[in-house]
Antibody, heavy 119, light 106 residues
Framework: QVTLKESGPALVKRTQTLTLTCTFS??????????VSWLRQPPGKALEWLAR???????YYRKSLKTRLTVSKDTSKNQVVLTMTNMDPVDTATYYC???????????WGPGTLVTVSS | SFELSQPPSVSVSPGQTANISCSAD??????ACWYQQRPGQSPLLVIY???RRPSGIPERFSGSLSGNTATLTISGTQPMDEADYYC?????????FGGGTKLTVL
């Protein structure tokens, strides 16, 4: 059974760096075809994909946020870490990590974690 | 840039059929997915590859693609189907979501 859970600060200040950790079980990121994505959803707004890391350590980022995002993995701990620099109040959102299968389908989601950016 | 357009809201009476559309240039050459998101919950994949249903998703959920418009159809809509629905496709490696449609069952 695949499960994921996000953890990190609920509140960050403007200009600070956000670090979120996704801890997962039920699959290994060292297995060919496995991927983890990060997404977010501002309150009352639509979903937005942010970044992805693959089993072979390939990384992909949302073009508009590429300079602010870094994704990494610790296979031994079953964790993926997302960092986002220079946080702004418009980055206030629920942040999700999710499993992507071999067909790039987002088939399992974490419960999400709300991050509020104060000015 | 590749953008998916959905109606902001759709209303349906219980037991009736709800259709939610999703359109974009060149969507016809891509696969579309649909997610259901109930208030306070994470999204749930209900349709993938235009019309395929994941295990555990009720048969009343179906999908189709005609031209550059994907459609999610919920037949015999139930009150529990009231939720936000998002279409999703890929633009190269980028995952793109539509703006979401709030389905109201009344």
């Amino acid at each position: 059974q695949v499960t994921l859970k996000e953890s990190g600060p609920a509140l960050v200040k403007r200009t600070q760096t956000l670090t979120l950790t996704c801890t997962f079980s039920g699959f290994s990121l060292s297995t060919s075809g496995m991927r983890v994505s990060w997404l977010r959803q501002p309150p009352g707004k639509a979903l937005e994909w942010l970044a992805r890391i693959d089993w072979d350590d390939d990384k992909y980022y949302r073009k508009s946020l590429k300079t602010r995002l870094t994704v990494s993995k610790d296979t031994s701990k079953n964790q993926v870490v997302l960092t986002m620099t220079n946080m702004d109040p418009v980055d206030t959102a629920t942040y999700y990590c999710a499993h992507m299968n071999e067909e790039l389908l987002i088939d399992y989601w974490g419960p999400g974690t709300l991050v509020t950016v104060s000015s | 840039s590749f953008e998916l357009s959905q109606p902001p809201s759709v209303s349906v009476s219980p037991g009736q059929t709800a259709n939610i559309s999703c359109s974009a240039d060149k969507l016809g050459s891509k696969y579309a997915c649909w997610y259901q998101q109930r208030p306070g919950q994470s999204p749930l994949l209900v349709i993938y590859q235009d019309f395929r249903r994941p295990s555990g998703i009720p048969e009343r959920f179906s999908g189709s693609l005609s031209g550059n418009t994907a459609t999610l159809t919920i037949s015999g809509t139930q009150p529990m189907d009231e939720a936000d629905y998002y279409c999703q496709a890929w633009d190269s490696y980028t995952v793109v979501f539509g703006g979401g449609t709030k389905l109201t069952v009344l």
